[in-house]
């Protein structure tokens, strides 16, 4: 490998971000949040860095195996880089702001670190944004949640978008009531998984008919929901499914035009949501374009209080971009008028100044790649004859 390969040669999962991509992840973010701050959710900026006992708190715990660990050379601690911002937002409503009103709106970005990636998302930096629902057990805060993240998207660009609910907590509910042992438990969560209603009736005797309708409720909001209103759960599952109704009730009010699929079933992914969870996709883009849901937040005194958040991951939303529109460049040769740069930038146009005198300013436009020149107070197109 050459020097200058091996100069360029990055960690495994560690990308430069080049223009015009770098450029256009910084626009959809300050969109975004501009979004989030219109609706009430107040920026907050938390450290890239901080020790593991409070990175790792509550819902951080699920994160400690992706985190980079590293000693803290002034306090002899152990820090780790956040794997993820949520926590860290949770961290600040506990107690900076544990006297604020609630519901605390709360929104973020920034770049996070994780030990390797996984088979959709290989990238281990990504930037996120986020917004988080800190005090409110509603089910109108879940449902503010995901109309909030899906009309940020859309506002960005994102087109073909679509919403998958899911209620984690639903089926464990359900098994709390067959007496199973933890290795049934187990095999029926992964029958759950792989969608094989065989073994979910198997495995669960005689609920398997239960279970099998929550599978088959699975799909297009529609059917998803007459499905579900038809369904005779046990008493300790009948509240979370009635929340899980309620909210899509709400959304599609919120975003009636929202492409909306439900999956009672699912939980991979959602392992430390409490309740209703969710994830957004693009037709035809790989990967999450972000997810969320209900959990549990650490609270001053050291309980716990209701939450509920969304994070979006820059990396699958770019994919989902359309090209962005390149603005038009102009030269401006050595000893160009100031005054008449700024007014070219002030239209739109992006200028690049010349410092030396050159043989033929058009053949130098040409050079740096710009659709016009400026001649004396003139404005000239590069390829006109």
């Known amino acids: 490998?050459?020097?200058?390969?091996?100069?360029?040669?990055?960690?495994?999962?560690?990308?430069?971000?080049?223009?015009?991509?770098?450029?256009?992840?910084?626009?959809?973010?300050?969109?975004?949040?501009?979004?989030?701050?219109?609706?009430?959710?107040?920026?907050?900026?938390?450290?890239?860095?901080?020790?593991?006992?409070?990175?790792?708190?509550?819902?951080?715990?699920?994160?400690?195996?992706?985190?980079?660990?590293?000693?803290d050379p002034l306090s002899q601690r152990m820090m780790g880089l956040r794997a993820d911002m949520t926590t860290q937002v949770v961290r600040i409503a506990a107690t900076r702001l544990s006297g604020e009103p609630r519901p605390l709106r709360l929104c973020y970005a920034g770049q996070v670190l994780r030990v390797k990636g996984n088979q959709l998302r290989n990238d281990r930096q990504i930037a996120q944004v986020g917004a988080e629902l800190i005090g409110s057990e509603s089910s109108g805060a879940d449902a503010e949640i995901i109309a909030l993240a899906a009309s940020a998207l859309e506002k960005v660009g994102v087109t073909r978008l679509s919403v998958d609910i899911a209620l984690p907590?639903?089926?464990?509910?359900?098994?709390?009531?067959?007496?199973?042992?933890?290795?049934?438990?187990?095999?029926?969560?992964?029958?759950?998984?792989?969608?094989?209603?065989a073994a979910v009736k198997a495995i669960s005797k005689e609920h398997g008919k239960l279970l099998s309708a929550l599978l088959r409720a699975a799909g297009p909001v529609e059917r998803a929901v007459a499905a579900l209103s038809r369904l005779t759960v046990p008493e300790d599952a009948q509240e979370e499914l009635e929340r899980l109704l309620a909210v899509v009730e709400r959304l599609r009010e919120l975003k009636p035009d929202l492409r909306i699929t439900v999956d009672p079933t699912e939980h991979r992914g959602f392992e430390y949501q409490t309740g209703v969870s969710f994830a957004f996709f693009a037709r035809g883009v790989r990967g999450e374009l972000g997810r969320g849901g209900r959990y549990a937040a650490r609270a001053a005194g050291g309980c716990f209080e209701p939450a509920t958040g969304v994070t979006l991951y820059m990396d699958s939303l770019l994919r989902a971009l359309p090209e962005p529109d390149a603005p038009s460049r102009v030269y401006l040769p050595a000893g160009h008028d100031p005054k008449i740069a700024a007014a070219l930038r002030e239209k739109g146009f992006v200028t690049l100044a010349g410092h030396d005198p050159v043989g033929e300013d058009r053949k130098e436009a040409r050079r740096m790649a710009c659709d016009y020149w400026l001649s004396g107070e003139t404005l000239r197109k590069v390829e006109e004859n």
Not at 5 to 21: N, R
Not at 42 to 51: G, H, N, S, T, Y
Not at 176 to 195: H, Q
């Open 169 to 197: 907590t639903l089926v464990p509910a359900i098994a709390r009531t067959l007496g199973l042992s933890p290795s049934e438990s187990a095999d029926l969560r992964e029958a759950l998984d792989r969608k094989d209603a």
């Open 1 to 71: 490998m050459t020097e200058k390969g091996e100069k360029a040669l990055l960690p495994a999962g560690m990308v430069d971000l080049l223009p015009p991509e770098a450029a256009q992840e910084s626009a959809a973010i300050s969109r975004i949040l501009d979004l989030f701050s219109a609706c009430g959710y107040q920026r907050v900026k938390p450290p890239m860095l901080e020790f593991e006992e409070t990175l790792f708190d509550g819902a951080g715990a699920a994160l400690s195996q992706q985190t980079f660990r590293l000693m």
